[in-house]
């Protein structure tokens, strides 16, 4: 499944799967809290993968192809999966 807008909107609160590549993967520190944000571009788009709590996940990096699965959301105008369940490629 693609990551278009249309698609994430009507996969909302239901499961979306997608399979690409890691376009880029940044750590990042607010205050006390760190999170892994990984754009994951599965061809027809991007789709912002965001582990809560993370700085760095073993074989997260980018130009590694995974499947991503999660409940899917627009985040500050972004698609994005909270904490997916994943599989490196």
């Known amino acids: ?7 994430v909107e009507t ?5 979306l799967r997608v399979d690409g590549e890691l376009a880029s993967v940044r750590s990042r520190q607010v205050g ?3 999170s892994l944000v990984a754009e994951l571009d599965d061809g027809s788009g ?7 709590g993370r700085q760095r996940i073993t074989g997260i ?10 409940v899917p959301t627009v985040h500050r105008g972004r698609k994005t999966i909270f ?3 994943y599989q490196l490629g």
């Open 1 to 7: 499944m693609d990551c278009a807008t249309a698609e």
């Open 11 to 15: 996969a909302q609160r239901s499961v």
């Open 32 to 34: 006390p809290a760190a």
């Open 46 to 52: 991007v789709i912002q993968l965001v582990w809560l």
């Open 61 to 70: 990096e980018p130009g590694r192809v995974l499947t991503a699965e999660g």
């Open 83 to 85: 904490n997916p369940r």
